[in-house]
């Protein structure tokens, strides 16, 4: 549970459409909501290293304090994306903390959804968790690597 999670926000660029969705689910997705009163929380949806868990699961955490905090389980049921809060998890239901991933899982569920809340992520590649360095590839938050390794079915 304990993954190096870094960020590079000097190449963070804003997620739009089917982007959020890839984004979150590539593995090593770092991302930041933003309201429009400039709020913002950032959450990582990291992959399970171990295999006990299905290839859809994804650990939330949140960085809360300057720490990682562990939310609950992104997963995936009938195409759509859910949330499953821990039962160990400190944040109230109606924390903004937890609205926050439910927003990013409606924006996931809805690509062409009209919203003034904003999703970055934080220049990393969401596959591999490195930092994107070429623009064209920022846009989309994949580095060219493992945007052909996707392609490709990996
Ligand atoms: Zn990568």
Known sequence: MNTQISMFPESSHILKGE???NYVEGGH?????KS???KHYTYAFNKPTD??????????KVHYNNEWVYLGMYYN???????KKSDHCLFPDF???IKGVKYIIKMCNTPNLVTPMELYHEGVCCRCGR???DPKFIERGIGPKCAKMSMIGG
Request: aromatic content about 12%; proline content about 6%.
């Open 95 to 97: 924390d903004e903390v």
């Open 131 to 133: 930092r994107l360095t």
């Open 19 to 21: 982007n959020i969705r």
């Open 51 to 60: 295999g006990k868990y299905t290839p859809d699961k994804r650990f939330v």
């Open 29 to 33: 997705a770092v991302v930041t909501l």
């Open 36 to 38: 429009p009163t400039g």
């Open 77 to 83: 049921s009938h195409y759509q994306s859910c949330f």
